[in-house]
């Protein structure tokens, strides 16, 4: 599985901004979709996931602010990140994984990461 993740940039604290991540390839095999990220000089967090069937969830530190979606037909997933914080700043990867397990384990495919700033 090939992955293209796309909107990330610069932002003013208190804005949002949407990431977009496609799947090409063995999409068949793909149940989990989500998101990590890697702040400067720390390690990669999750921050969310959904699966096929809709069942998702989000690190607690963008619980109510972030908000993941997916589009089966065209093989995406989407991040709207919205009252961005600072701390939010980091490289931010999309992810697959065949099950949750593998997924959470980081065994699935990874993106390229896209780099989202957050300017206070």
């Known amino acids: 599985v090939q992955l293209q993740a796309s909107g990330g940039g610069l932002v003013q604290a208190g804005g949002s901004l949407r990431l977009s991540c496609a799947a090409s390839?063995?999409?068949?095999?793909?149940?989990?979709m989500g998101w990590y990220r890697q702040p400067p000089g720390k390690q990669r967090d999750f921050v969310a996931y959904i699966t096929r069937g809709g069942n998702m969830d989000y690190a607690d530190s963008v619980k109510g602010r972030f908000t993941i979606s997916r589009d089966n037909a065209k093989n995406t997933v989407y991040l709207q990140m919205n009252s961005l914080k600072s701390e939010d700043t980091a490289v931010y990867y999309c992810?697959?994984?065949?099950?949750?397990?593998?997924?959470?384990?980081?065994?699935?495919?990874w993106g390229q990461g896209t780099q989202v700033t957050v300017s206070s």
């Open positions: 992810a697959t994984g065949e099950t949750l397990g593998g997924f959470l384990g980081g065994s699935g495919s």
């Open positions: 390839g063995n999409v068949f095999r793909v149940n989990v």
